[in-house]
């Protein structure tokens, strides 16, 4: 039977997170590195495919022989959690990551302290070694303490892998939290943490032994 499961749960910005959007038409003397936002709440947002891409990139350095191949060519288990798009080799993604708008629990935890904005400008320098010349720039982070509620998809098309793939979903974020999401995190941008991951069958039908399993799966992030 069809079934798919959804997992949901909340991913927590302990370090201000960069993640670009345009500058393409930005005034003099605005931010030169803005965040990405969603147009209509314009909120600053984490496109599924950033997070996507990440825990995919994390997983093939884990378990790629060669951590230089293209993703088409990624270890099996990670091809069959994340697809690919190689000719003749065409492999559908099991997982179904979705845009995180920052939500209004979070933008209303930020005004009780007082704050009117879930961004903040941190002014850097690069510094010329020979010159000493710098080269100040601003960049745009969402700040710290920001909540997004993920939302995950996973197309539940063999029963007998359910388990596997979860687990491998789970280490990748387990990596992320020692890693960073967004740009720049050799300086401290971008640390998160999960929590309150939980799954349910939003298509069809699952025995219970496996949803409890791969749920105490979920609960060791």
Do not use: W
């Amino acid at each position: 039977m069809y079934s798919k499961l959804e997992i949901t749960g909340t991913l927590e910005i302990l370090t201000g997170m960069h993640i670009g959007g345009s500058s393409a038409f930005a005034a003099i003397g605005a931010v030169d590195s803005p965040v990405i936002r969603d147009t209509l709440s314009d909120r600053p947002m984490i496109p599924g495919s950033s997070l996507k891409g990440k825990l995919r990139t994390l997983l093939a350095l884990r378990y790629n022989e060669n951590p230089l191949v293209p993703a088409d060519d990624d270890d099996p288990r990670i091809l069959r959690l994340f697809g690919s798009a190689k000719k003749n080799r065409v492999k559908r993604s099991r997982l179904l990551f979705r845009d995180m708008i920052l939500p209004d629990a979070s933008v209303e935890e930020l005004r009780e302290i007082g704050l009117h904005t879930a961004t903040e400008v941190k002014f850097e320098n690069a510094i010329n070694r020979l010159t000493a010349v710098a080269n100040p720039r601003q960049i745009e982070r969402v700040i710290r303490g920001c909540r997004f509620n993920v939302n995950i998809l996973y197309d539940a098309s063999n029963e007998e892998e359910m388990a596997e793939d979860i687990a491998l979903l789970a280490e990748g974020m387990r990596l992320l939290e020692y890693d960073y999401l967004g740009g720049h995190g050799s300086r401290g941008y971008g640390k998160v943490k999960f929590s309150d991951l939980k799954l349910c069958v939003a298509v069809g039908e699952l025995p219970p032994a496996i949803l409890t399993e791969c749920q105490a799966l979920l609960d060791e992030v």
